[in-house]
Each structure stands twice: as C-alpha cells, then as structure tokens.
Nanobody
C-alpha cells in the first residue's frame, strides 16, 4: 500500500508562484510514473504534467513555459513549480503515481489564485 500526500497549496495572487510537493510513503522505491492532475471548480480532472522515473517530463499545452515538474527519487517525492499563476489555475491539484504496477492518487491540495 502506498499513500501520496500533497503539500504546498494555498492562496496566491495572480502572477505569483507556488511549489507543490507530493511524498509517497510505504514501499514505493519502484515508482515508475508520477504526475500532477488538477480539477477546477465545475470541471473535469485534467492532466497537468507527468514525469518518468528517468526524469523525462511531459506537460499539457496550457502549462508549458509556466509549470515545471521534477522529482527526487531518493525521497519518493514529486514537485510542481508553478509560476505566473492565473485565476484560471485555481483548482484542486492531485498527485498521481504508478508504483509496482498499481495506480495511486493523493487526497488533493487546493490552489486558489486571486485577481
């Protein structure tokens, strides 16, 4: 069993930055894929970015140039650096991981961007 715990969410003004963290606990030494999803109010969950165990990152088009995903494999942690935040970035952000062939979701962390 693996548990994903997000942190770093909160309230920020437009144009500001936040850095989200997601730590995997349990027997999670073999994490193949880690990713961030988000769900804005009244909308469906969407992929933000994903990163392989080797560090190869992919982003949704709307996030390119503003968001950066990274990971620390020794700590089983994935990060999402968010810059130039916009009000439309307001959402619950969820951590996702594939560990030994199983899919896991975090509980989500709220990010609110004010005008």
């Amino acid at each position: 069993q693996v548990q994903l715990v997000e942190s770093g969410g909160g309230l920020v003004q437009a144009g500001g930055s936040l850095r989200l963290s997601c730590a995997a606990s349990g027997s999670s030494s073999s994490t193949n894929i880690m990713a961030w999803y988000r769900q804005p109010p009244g909308k469906e969950r969407e992929l933000v970015a994903l990163i392989s165990s080797g560090g190869t990152a992919n982003y949704a088009d709307s996030m390119k140039g503003r968001f950066t995903i990274s990971r620390d494999n020794s700590k089983n942690t994935v990060f999402l650096q968010m810059n130039s935040l916009k009000p439309e970035d307001t959402a619950v952000y969820y951590c996702f991981a594939v560990v030994t062939g199983r899919r896991y979701w975090g509980q989500g962390t709220q990010v609110t961007v004010s005008s």
